[in-house]
């Protein structure tokens, strides 16, 4: 069975920083892509960031380019989001999701995690 929980959403307040993980277990880790969404209150999921599966390729969505890194730790199942620079239009409930291959679109994705809370105050 496959399980992702994330953690390490907040409080937190404009310009400062959060790291969230997710860790993975009931999937052979090192084969799947690496995902985060995020969903604000009363709007649709959307496509944050990607890792592929040696954790060098990545992708972005341009409202995060210079502020998000996602990161992965394949000995440790884990992958993380480092998020700088934050903003009120950041504050979301974040997803990590896995796929065997990349998409952008949240209907393509059939392992979620519960998601964990970020809230940015201006």
């Known amino acids: 069975q496959v399980q992702l929980v994330e953690s390490g959403g907040g409080l937190v307040q404009a310009g400062g920083s959060l790291r969230l993980s997710c860790a993975a277990s009931?999937?052979?880790?090192?084969?799947?892509?690496m995902v985060w969404f995020r969903q604000a209150l009363g709007k649709e999921r959307e496509f944050v960031a990607a890792?592929?599966?040696?954790?060098?390729?990545?992708d972005y969505v341009n409202s995060v380019k210079g502020r998000f890194t996602i990161s992965r730790d394949n000995a440790k199942n884990a992958v993380y989001l480092q998020m700088n620079s934050l903003k009120p239009e950041d504050t979301a409930v974040y997803y990590c999701a896995a796929r065997y291959l990349f998409s952008s679109t949240q209907g393509d994705y059939r392992y979620w995690g519960q998601g964990t809370q970020v809230t940015v105050s201006s």
């Open positions: 890792i592929g599966r040696n954790g060098i390729t990545t």
């Open positions: 009931g999937l052979l880790f090192n084969t799947f892509v």
